[in-house]
Structures are given as C-alpha cells and as structure tokens.
C-alpha cells in the first residue's frame, strides 16, 4: 500500500511539488512498496495524504503516466503499469503475442471495408490499382486495455470475407494457407496526435511508436500492410545483435 512520507515534500525547494510527488510515488514503486497491478489511491486520496492541492497531486500522475510507470483505465482508476518487451525481429500478431503474455486480446474496431488499392497500398502490395483490397482499422487491447491502433491492407484474394477477420488477422489467413513467414519493419518513435492519444487513453501529445510492416508469403508475395501506433508508455522493442566476425570464428574452431 502506497505510504508517502509528507516530510519529503518542501514548498522551499526549487523542485516544483508535482514533480516532488512525482519522485515519491516512483521511489515507492522501485522499492516494490506498489507493485504492478496495485491500484493508486484516488487524486483525493493523495492529496489528503501530502497535504498538497489536487490540481498538483493530478499534474503528477500526468508526469508518471507519460514516463510509463502508470496507466489509466477508464471508469477504473490509475495503476502500477507493467511494460511490455516485444522482440522486434519475431513475426507475430497481437492476438497470439497477447495470449501468450497471459493477456486477454480484444478489438474496439474502426473499419472494415473492401475496397481499390490507394497508391502506397498498391505499392507496397505489389497490385496493380484494380485490384481489391480489405481494409481493417481497430484499436487493439489487452486486458481492455487500449495498447495500440492497427491499420492493415491485406490483398483481398487472400481473405474470403471481411468478417472473416473477427480477432486475428494471422488466424484468418492461416486458415487460408496464406499466412506470412517473413517481414520487415520500420520503427519510428513519434507523438500521439489528439485523436491518437484519445483513443489510447493517453496525455496529449504523449509518446507513441509508429510501425510500418510490409509481410510476404514463402514465395516472397507481399500479403500484408500494417501501420500501427503503439503506447510509448507500454512497449519496449527489442532486437538481439551480433558480432557476425565472432560467429565466423567460431564456427571455424568448431570444424
């Protein structure tokens, strides 16, 4: 349980007291006072607790929940977020990462439609402007947690129907014998638009990672283009890197 030692806050410090606060409850958390998952005491609650404004106790939660340490749940309350590592270099759909992670993977959609390649589609796609596309737009949850917003464009020969993809997107095409074997990604770290940030439950202008994923077939077909915007706040990609000369060596002194 939460015990902040109102000792600690000094109105004579040049530190403004949102950020004093701010400092507590991370301490607290690094010391594994709060634990992830534990719910934090209500603005009113905290501002009672350090005898400060609520105006100050809320300016420091804004300053946790966009350093990641906290996340918002609507009609909730505010929690001790956990942060998620996704390997980089490994192929996989949110539902099935999710699940595997112990989570509960949910969709909020925005589109779905059929409908002609834009220029950026049909290029990435390899179509010619023709050909039918299926469009899906959603925020991807785990837990009812908003974590990100994924647009794909899948060349709608690949899919029966649109309902056909009613949680993962992967599943659907597996289902099909179309499921991608390789792909490539470009990451971008940017800032959530309002509407973004709006739909992940996060400050303005927070944080966000933007990416872009063209997969391919075994023959090299491009099936799938995706551009996401995952919470900064939530995600860590990670990526093994190797010294490919030590390798060579290696494997030289094991002939």
Same mark, same amino acid.
């Not at 609650?45 to 990641?68: F, P, Y």
């Not at 994924?150 to 129907?161: H, M, Q, T």
């Not at 927070?206 to 915007?229: C, M, N, W, Y």
């Given at each position: 349980?939460?015990?902040?030692?109102?000792?600690?806050?000094? +109105?004579?410090?040049? $530190? #403004?007291?949102?950020?004093?606060?701010? =400092?507590?409850? %991370?301490?607290?958390?690094?010391?594994?006072?709060?634990?992830?998952?534990?719910?934090? #005491?209500?603005?009113?609650?905290?501002?009672?607790?350090?005898?400060?404004?609520?105006?100050?106790?809320?300016?420091?939660?804004?300053?946790?929940?966009?350093?990641?340490?906290?996340?918002?749940?609507?009609?909730?309350?505010?929690?001790?977020?956990?942060?998620?590592?996704?390997?980089?270099?490994?192929?996989?759909?949110?539902?099935?990462?999710?699940?595997?992670?112990?989570?509960?993977?949910?969709?909020?959609?925005?589109?779905?439609? $059929?409908?002609? #390649?834009?220029?950026?589609?049909?290029?990435?796609?390899?179509?010619?402007? =023709?050909?039918?596309?299926?469009? @899906?737009?959603?925020?991807?949850?785990?837990?009812?947690?908003?974590?990100?917003?994924?647009?794909?464009?899948?060349?709608?020969? @690949?899919?029966?129907?649109?309902?056909?993809?009613?949680?993962?997107?992967?599943?659907?095409?597996?289902?099909?014998?179309?499921?991608?074997?390789?792909?490539?990604?470009?990451?971008?770290?940017?800032?959530?638009?309002? =509407?973004? +940030?709006?739909?992940?439950?996060? #400050?303005?202008?927070?944080?966000?990672? %933007?990416?872009?994923?063209?997969?391919?077939?075994?023959?090299? $077909?491009?099936?799938? @283009?995706?551009?996401? +915007?995952?919470?900064?706040?939530?995600? =860590? @990609?990670?990526?093994?890197?190797?010294?490919?000369?030590?390798?060579?060596?290696?494997?030289?002194?094991?002939?």
């Amino acid at each position: 349980m939460l015990k902040i030692d109102r000792q600690r806050i000094d +109105a004579a410090k040049p $530190t #403004p007291l949102y950020l004093q606060v701010a =400092d507590l409850i %991370r301490d607290e958390i690094k010391d594994g006072v709060i634990r992830i998952g534990d719910a934090l #005491p209500s603005e009113r609650e905290l501002s009672d607790m350090v005898g400060i404004s609520r105006v100050t106790v809320r300016k420091a939660i804004e300053t946790l929940l966009r350093e990641g340490l906290l996340s918002r749940k609507h009609g909730s309350g505010t929690y001790i977020a956990p942060r998620i590592e996704q390997p980089a270099a490994l192929l996989a759909g949110f539902t099935a990462d999710m699940r595997n992670r112990g989570q509960q993977p949910g969709s909020i959609w925005l589109e779905r439609e $059929t409908g002609l #390649p834009t220029p950026e589609e049909a290029l990435a796609l390899s179509l010619s402007i =023709d050909q039918p596309i299926m469009r @899906f737009a959603r925020v991807r949850t785990a837990n009812d947690e908003p974590m990100a917003i994924e647009r794909a464009s899948v060349p709608a020969r @690949f899919l029966g129907a649109i309902d056909d993809v009613s949680t993962s997107l992967y599943s659907a095409l597996e289902a099909r014998g179309c499921r991608p074997v390789r792909g490539l990604q470009r990451l971008q770290a940017s800032l959530a638009t309002p =509407d973004e +940030a709006a739909a992940l439950s996060l #400050p303005a202008g927070a944080a966000i990672l %933007r990416i872009e994923r063209r997969a391919f077939l075994a023959d090299g $077909t491009p099936v799938e @283009f995706t551009r996401s +915007a995952y919470r900064g706040d939530r995600y =860590d @990609f990670v990526t093994e890197v190797r010294d490919l000369a030590a390798d060579k060596r290696m494997l030289e002194a094991a002939k």
